[in-house]
């Protein structure tokens, strides 16, 4: 039988400076330098897209406890001897089972983020929270049920975590392997020092912890792998979810052979068995905090290719003179870019015209406009991110339906058009509810702290006079951060789980039929333009971000230009 350290009745009380001892120390160093170093990139990138969905805060915190356990092992085979029996007992017992804990509560994010999100897609818009107070049950269970995802995963987790520690102290202070002064007659251990260390290395006392291990690893994780089968984003996450818990598989199993196979002595005196769970701590590492890096990288170069686009096609149209041309021959080509075939005349066009052209914000006000359905499914399925096209649509929906009174404030207000002011601000109430407050949105929109607060100051009072205080407010530069996805109420969810009826549409005035109005004073600067700001902040949002990623999507799928031109002339 082996131990934790690779320490053997003939291990000498000393510091090994052998080659392979200097080799672990040295690329110690060098890892935990490249860690600290892209867990920093990460901190000062953290408002990316693809970083803010992922919320950094859990997921750092978990490779830093994990690394913290990484390290010291590192330098086993160099100090081994000269560390206290039960260090690796403890370290194993607290840093390892709560890192990775909170790794897999972070990792679970994806499924709940995919879940919620493919509600964008289902039938195109979001059913609006309803403001009606329901009876809802009493009791432990369903207060628990009724919790926000992030505060019911953070308490099982906790639950977990504190039943780890304490069965580690439990079984540290019932056993005289450490200590011979007290607990369990019969526990104790013999021999010269470096034999009792041996024999500390390995026991039942390790046991919680494995069971804990072959718990995430081999029950949590497939459970999570197999879920998550169908889901394809783009921001890596999913593949960051199978590399971990494909390399997280052999951890366990390898260190027990590691510790109880005689045949593995040679392999620990160079490769100690805690280095096997480091190997997966590693690609944990590796996936999530390289892989997310790597996503951010490509994003950067993936949103100024798009602005190169841009300005070469505003030059392009710039110096022809003939903006108006180009718009129509641009939305004929969007057109057929949607449906996935080429007009005759777009096959004329240069492939580099076709994609600057394409990649213009009147391109994509075009889509939102006349086929939205294609972008919105993309962005909730694969980008997570469909409330930024859903509160576009539903924006655009509203501006339509604007009265005059509203567009003109110079135009005289009768009772009824009143009464038609108020009945659009109510819609509006339940724009800033359902997509821009963080208190109420499940997905609150990304907009400048600036417009928030000038939201705010018009619509918050009322919406918490309608809504009432339903959720935790969340930081709107990190909204992702606290898990404020909770969801729908037992009423909404059970429907919005069925297909709808081909007779109802889902639209903006159908969600807020038979809802509590807001019968208040009307803020004075509220107009026709109060939105304005926010709906330009999300077009640029999704312009440099979902919009390049949703065409080289298409582009995949109906194969390269020159392809399609063939197509057509056959």
């Not at 052979?257 to 593995?264: H, Q």
């Not at 492939?351 to 939205?372: F, K």
Request: with cysteine; net charge neutral; charged share 20%.
């Amino acid at each position: 039988m082996g131990s934790e350290l690779g320490v053997t009745a003939d291990s000498k009380a000393d510091i090994d400076l052998s080659p392979v001892t200097i080799w672990w120390a040295v690329w110690a160093c060098v890892w935990t330098i490249a860690v600290v170093l892209g867990m920093a990139y990460l901190i000062v990138h953290r408002n990316m897209p693809t970083l803010r969905i992922r919320g950094l805060g859990l997921s750092l915190s978990a490779i830093v406890l994990l690394h913290l356990y990484w390290a010291p092992v590192q330098f086993a085979t160099m100090v081994g001897p000269l560390l206290p029996g039960d260090c690796q007992y403890w370290m194993m017992g607290t840093l390892l089972p709560c890192g990775v804990a909170l790794f897999h509560a972070s990792n679970a994010r994806f499924l709940h983020v995919a879940k919620l999100q493919r509600k964008y897609a289902q039938y195109g818009e979001r059913l609006f929270l309803s403001p009606t107070p329901e009876e809802k049950p009493k009791g432990l269970i369903a207060r628990f049920h009724r919790l926000s995802y992030s505060t019911k995963m953070l308490t099982i987790v906790g639950i977990g975590m504190f039943l780890q520690i304490f069965l580690t102290i439990l079984m540290w202070l019932i056993s005289r392997k450490w200590h011979s002064s007290w607990g369990i007659p019969g526990t104790e251990v013999h021999g010269t020092i470096m034999e009792q260390k041996m024999a500390q290395g390995a026991g039942w006392e390790w046991w919680p912890g494995v069971a804990w291990q072959l718990a995430w690893s081999w029950i949590v994780a497939p459970i999570v792998l197999w879920k998550s089968r169908n889901i394809h984003d783009t921001h890596g996450w999913r593949v960051q979810t199978i590399g971990c818990a494909i390399a997280n598989l052999h951890a366990t199993p390898m260190w027990l052979i590691g510790l109880y196979v005689p045949a593995m002595a040679p392999v620990n005196t160079v490769w100690v068995p805690p280095q096997w769970i480091c190997l997966s701590i590693m690609f944990i590492e590796i996936f999530t905090v390289f892989l997310p890096c790597w996503e951010v990288m490509r994003h950067q170069s993936l949103r100024q290719e798009t602005l190169d686009s841009i300005a070469r096609w505003e030059l392009k149209v710039k110096s022809t003179g003939s903006e108006a041309k180009s718009l129509n021959s641009e939305s004929t080509m969007v057109d057929s870019r949607i449906s996935g075939w080429k007009s005759a005349n777009g096959s004329v066009k240069t492939e580099n015209s076709y994609r600057d052209s394409i990649m213009t914000m009147s391109a994509l006000e075009h889509v939102l406009e006349r086929n939205p359905a294609p972008l919105q499914e993309f962005s909730a399925l694969r980008e997570f991110s469909g409330e930024n096209i859903v509160f576009l649509t539903s924006l655009a929906e509203w501006k339509n339906s604007l009265p005059a009174t509203l567009r003109d404030r110079t135009l005289p207000r009768d009772s009824n058009s009143r009464d038609v002011i108020r009945d659009h601000f109510n819609r509006a109430l339940h724009i800033y509810a359902e997509f821009i407050s963080v208190r109420h949105a499940e997905f609150p929109v990304n907009i400048s702290s600036q417009e928030l607060r000038k939201l705010e100051s018009i619509f918050e009072h009322p919406t918490r006079l309608i809504y009432g205080e339903e959720r935790e407010c969340v930081d709107p530069t990190s909204p992702f951060d606290k898990f404020t996805f909770d969801l729908p109420s037992p009423t909404h969810s059970d429907s919005s789980e069925k297909p709808m009826k081909s007779s109802v549409k889902s639209s903006l005035t159908d969600a807020i039929k038979d809802r509590v109005q807001y019968w208040g004073d009307i803020p004075a600067d509220f107009d026709a333009s109060i939105f304005d700001a926010a709906e330009a902040s999300i077009k640029y949002l999704v312009l440099t971000n979902t919009w390049p990623k949703f065409i080289k999507d298409r582009r995949d799928s109906v194969g390269s230009f020159d392809t399609l031109d063939v197509s057509m002339e056959v």
